[in-house]
């Protein structure tokens, strides 16, 4: 008898399928539209990227760390794990919360990237 979680099996097709849209929406147009509105509005186009970044698992999540009360900000990665400190991802600090905001949006990017190259 087989014992395999259907629920993931679905889940997996619906993602990879999720991906493949996600890939074709991921152009320098919308690159550039986000590093124009990090915060809003957004197009449908990039709405619709963006809450497929942000449905990603907790850990290894990137987050904002504000250094002071305005700023600067630094790019930090989540633990995910009660009672363990984020992790810095890099020294760069960021002026303004819509830098720190794109350049995590960029790091989505290459990541996102960088796991459909090795799907292929």
């Known amino acids: 008898m087989d014992s395999r979680d259907r629920d993931l099996d679905c889940y997996m097709l619906f993602d990879r399928q999720i991906r493949e849209q996600i890939d074709r929406l991921l152009t320098p147009e919308l690159i550039e539209e986000h590093r124009r509105t990090p915060i809003g509005p957004q197009s449908d186009v990039l709405a619709r990227v963006l809450n497929y970044f942000r449905r990603a698992p907790i850990v290894g999540k990137y987050a904002v760390w504000a250094t002071g009360s305005f700023g600067p900000y630094q790019i930090i990665a989540l ?4 009672g363990r400190r984020p992790q810095l991802v890099d020294q760069r600090d960021y002026e303004t919360l819509e830098q720190a905001y794109h350049a995590i949006f960029l790091r ?8 459909r190259s090795e799907e292929k």
């Open 79 to 82: 633990s995910g794990v009660r």
């Open 108 to 115: 989505r990017v290459a990541d996102f990237r960088s796991h």
